[in-house]
């Protein structure tokens, strides 16, 4: 069964302090793995698309990986506007993406 | 704005009554899906559009759940006789219908409360 797993489902950093969070992936055929941001009380942010195992994709203190059994969104100098959910979402099939339960950023000031 | 925009953004409805949601996606965009969403879950597919053809369902779409898109345009979502496990965030989205890798783009959503 096609499956999408988020860690931690919560963090807390420190204003600066850098950290990653994972998405792992089992799909019968990945099309495309997708980041969104979503901040309470309203739709998911769209952020990266990624195709094939070692791209790259960066936005600002954002920069996203991926391989064939997973994916990170490193968050470097994170400052407290980047605090939100992040969820990851992957394609299995034209029509259809699969959604992680996300991770829940917190960056105190 | 020429993002997609759903419509109204919060609903409150007592159980049994009938609610309907609407999604205008962004104008380009031929694929439009609608989700769901509970408190610390991502987004679940309910179904999506081809343009006005309804391609596919979830189970999750129950027999009191219906959705259109005439003219390929704008969509509706009705849940008729709502309970109470209908309270969540109904979220659109739209995409352009890349054969490949598709990306969607989400609306605000719509906050549906059951009492």
């Known amino acids: 069964e096609d499956q999408v797993t988020q860690s931690p489902e919560a963090l807390r950093l420190q204003e600066g302090e850098s950290s990653s969070l994972n998405c792992s992936y089992t799909?019968?055929?990945?099309?495309?793995l997708f980041w969104y941001r979503q901040d309470p009380g309203k739709g998911p942010e769209f952020l990266f698309t990624l195709y094939s195992a070692g791209e790259e994709k960066e936005k600002e203190r954002l920069k996203a990986t991926l391989t064939k059994k997973e994916s990170f969104l490193h968050i470097t100098a994170p400052k407290p506007e980047d605090s939100a959910t992040y969820l990851c979402a992957v394609q299995v099939r034209a029509s259809k993406i699969i959604f992680g339960s996300g991770t829940r950023l917190s960056i105190r000031p | 704005d020429t993002g997609v925009s759903q419509d109204p953004r919060h609903k409150i409805t007592k159980r049994g009554q009938n609610v309907t949601f609407r999604c205008d996606p962004i104008?380009?965009?031929?694929?439009l899906y609608w989700y769901r969403q509970t408190l610390g879950q991502g987004p679940e597919f309910l179904t999506y559009f081809q343009n006005e053809a309804q391609l596919e369902k979830s189970r999750l779409l129950s027999d009191r759940f219906s959705a259109e898109r005439p003219k390929g345009s704008f969509s509706t979502l009705e849940i008729q006789r709502t309970e109470q496990g209908d309270s969540a965030m109904y979220l659109c989205?739209?995409?352009?219908?890349?054969?490949?890798?598709?990306?969607?783009?989400f609306g605000p959503g719509t906050r549906l409360t059951v009492l």
């Open positions: 989205a739209s995409s352009l219908g890349e054969v490949s890798t598709d990306t969607q783009y």
């Open positions: 799909v019968s055929g990945l099309r495309g």
């Open positions: 104008s380009e965009h031929n694929r």
